[in-house]
C-alpha cells in the first residue's frame, strides 16, 4: 500500500554550524592582492539554477579591470570570475536539462566562478563534451564566445576571406584560429614570443606573425599579394588600430575586442576602402543570441575542430598572481585556477 510521506522538516542550522567552501573575495577595489580566500557558506539553487562543484575556474582580462574597480561596477563584498568547468551537484526546481552528476561549462554565474561551487542560471550551463578536460572547459565561456560574436556575427567573416587575428596566443586569439581555420578562412595570427608564434601555427594559422617586429605588416601585405586583409581582429586597438586601417582590404572591417587606452588614426584610411571599424563586447550578446553561439562552439569541441589551450594551472589561493600573470606579455593559451 502507497503511504503519503510527510515532508520531512528543513533544519535549520545556526550560521556558525553551516557547511563553508572557499571562496575568492573581493571586499575593495584594488590590485591583485584584494582577492582573498575566505570560508562563505556553501550555496544552494534556487528555482531555474544549477549548483556545480567547481573543479577549474578560467582566468579573463576582464576579472582583473572589475577587481581593479575600472569597469563593470560591482557590490561589494562578492566573488569575481565568470567561467568555470565542474560536476552539477544539484538543480533548483524547474530546471530542465541538468541533473547531479553532469559534467558541464558555465559561461556566467550568479554566485562568482572563483569558489569551490558556484551557482548559475540553466542557460549559462552548457554540456560538456567526454574527451575535452574540465581545465579545457573553463577555457570557453568569454574567450571562444568572444571569438565567435566577433568573427562571425560582428565581423560577418566568410571562408575564403582573409583574417588576421592581431594577438593569436592567448584566450581568445587561440579560439579565434581555430574557428576561423574550421570554417575555411585564410588565416594569419600574431604573437610576441617565438613559444606563443609555435602555438598560433599549431591551432591552424597559414601564416605566423611576430607583433613587435617592424617589418610585418609589410610582410602582411606581400603575403596577400598587396591586398590587405579582409578581416582584423584586434586584440589591443589603443596600439594598433591606426596601422590596421593601412593593411585592409577594400570593405574590410576591423573588430575591436581588445583596447587599453585612446589612439589616433587617420580616418582618410578607411575612405578608399569603404572600411568599418566595429566595436564589439560580448556583455551585449542577450540569451537567444548566446544560445546560439554556445550551440556552434559545443559542435566544434564534438567535431573536433576546436581544442581549448590551457597554459598554466594554478591553485585557486594563488589568484592574485594569476591577475597579474593575464596582463604580462608572452600570452600562451589560457590560465586555469584550480579549486
Ligand atoms: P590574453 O590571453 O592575455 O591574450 C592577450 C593577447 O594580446 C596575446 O595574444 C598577446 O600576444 C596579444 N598582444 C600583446 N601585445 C600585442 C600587440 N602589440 N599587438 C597585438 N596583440 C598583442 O587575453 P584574451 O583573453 O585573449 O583577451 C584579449 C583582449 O580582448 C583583452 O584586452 C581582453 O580584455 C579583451 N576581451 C574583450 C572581450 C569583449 O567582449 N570585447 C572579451 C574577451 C576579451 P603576446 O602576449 O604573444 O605578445
Known amino acids: 500500500m502507497l503511504r503519503r510521506e510527510r515532508a520531512p522538516k528543513a533544519i535549520i ?49 576582464v576579472d582583473t579591470y572589475i577587481r581593479g574597480g575600472i569597469y563593470g561596477q560591482r557590490d561589494l563584498p562578492y566573488t569575481p570570475g565568470f567561467d568555470a568547468a565542474g560536476v552539477v551537484e544539484a538543480a533548483g526546481t524547474g530546471v530542465k536539462h541538468f541533473k547531479a552528476g553532469d559534467r558541464v561549462y558555465i559561461a556566467g554565474s550568479v554566485s562568482g566562478a572563483y569558489a569551490q561551487k558556484a551557482l548559475c542560471l540553466e542557460h549559462q550551463a552548457h554540456p560538456l563534451p567526454k574527451h575535452i578536460s574540465l581545465a579545457q572547459g573553463a577555457a570557453l565561456g568569454v574567450p571562444y564566445a568572444t571569438a565567435y560574436r566577433a568573427m562571425f556575427i560582428s565581423g560577418k567573416a566568410k571562408p575564403a576571406e582573409t583574417v588576421l587575428v592581431h594577438g593569436a596566443s592567448g584566450g581568445v586569439g587561440t579560439a579565434a584560429v581555430q574557428l576561423a581555420r574550421a570554417a575555411g578562412l585564410v588565416v594569419f595570427g600574431t604573437a610576441g614570443t617565438e613559444q606563443g608564434r609555435k602555438l598560433v601555427a599549431e591551432q591552424g594559422a597559414h601564416h605566423v606573425l611576430d607583433h613587435h617586429d617592424p617589418d610585418y605588416l609589410k610582410r602582411l601585405m606581400d603575403l596577400t599579394g598587396g591586398a590587405g586583409v579582409d578581416l582584423i581582429l584586434e586584440m589591443l586597438a589603443n596600439v594598433n588600430l591606426g596601422k590596421d586601417l593601412t593593411i585592409l582590404a577594400k570593405f574590410g572591417r576591423v573588430v575591436v ?60 589561493a594563488e589568484a592574485p598572481r594569476a591577475h597579474e600573470e593575464v596582463m604580462k606579455s608572452g600570452a600562451y593559451g589560457k590560465i586555469v585556477l584550480v579549486p
Open 257 to 316: 575586442i581588445g583596447s587599453r587606452g585612446p589612439v589616433e588614426i587617420d580616418a582618410r584610411n578607411t575612405m578608399g576602402r569603404d572600411a568599418d571599424i566595429r566595436g564589439m563586447t560580448l556583455m551585449n550578446a542577450d540569451e537567444k543570441e548566446l544560445r546560439s553561439i554556445h550551440a556552434a562552439l559545443i559542435a566544434g569541441l564534438e567535431n573536433r575542430t576546436l581544442n581549448p589551450i590551457i597554459g598554466k594551472e594554478m591553485p585557486l
Open 13 to 61: 542550522l545556526p550560521n556558525n554550524e553551516r557547511p563553508t567552501m572557499k571562496a575568492i573575495r573581493i571586499h575593495q577595489s584594488g590590485d591583485p592582492s584584494v582577492m582573498k580566500l575566505e570560508d562563505v557558506p556553501d550555496p544552494t539553487p534556487a528555482a531555474g539554477q544549477v549548483l556545480i562543484i567547481v573543479h577549474a575556474i578560467g582566468v579573463n582580462p
